[in-house]
């Protein structure tokens, strides 16, 4: 039997600079790299700790009920998408798990309707 192609098929030995716009394309390329992947030799630029998730004294109550009902509705979310995965006798579990986590994102949701904001 003959195979159409070669083993390992041919390719073309094409330089990235054999036309000027190939060389463009080459040299934003080396630009885009550059710009995220930081050269050896220069200094990263200075990054700003986020500390969502490491719970201070600093941060507001608002902000923190803001961010307890975004984590329960995306639980809530996670849950029933992956109810619809599983047997029917774990399903029901699972879903009563989503309900408990709604109940968890209303209260929240309700502490942060009756929050006095500060004028």
Request: some cysteine.
């Amino acid at each position: 039997m003959i195979k159409p192609t070669p083993n390992p098929p041919e390719s073309d030995l094409t330089s990235p600079y054999e036309s000027l716009d190939s060389k463009k394309l080459n040299d934003a390329a080396d630009r885009a790299l550059d710009h995220y992947l930081c050269p050896p030799g220069s200094t990263p630029p200075p990054r700003k700790p986020r500390r969502m998730y490491a719970v201070t004294a600093d941060f507001k109550n608002e902000e923190l009920l803001v961010d307890a009902c975004e984590t329960l509705a995306c639980a809530r979310n996670i849950a029933n998408d992956f109810a619809h995965l599983i047997p029917a006798s774990q399903r029901r579990t699972l879903l009563g798990i989503a309900q408990l986590i709604m109940l968890g994102e209303l209260a929240v949701n309700r502490v942060l309707d009756n929050l006095q904001l500060p004028s």
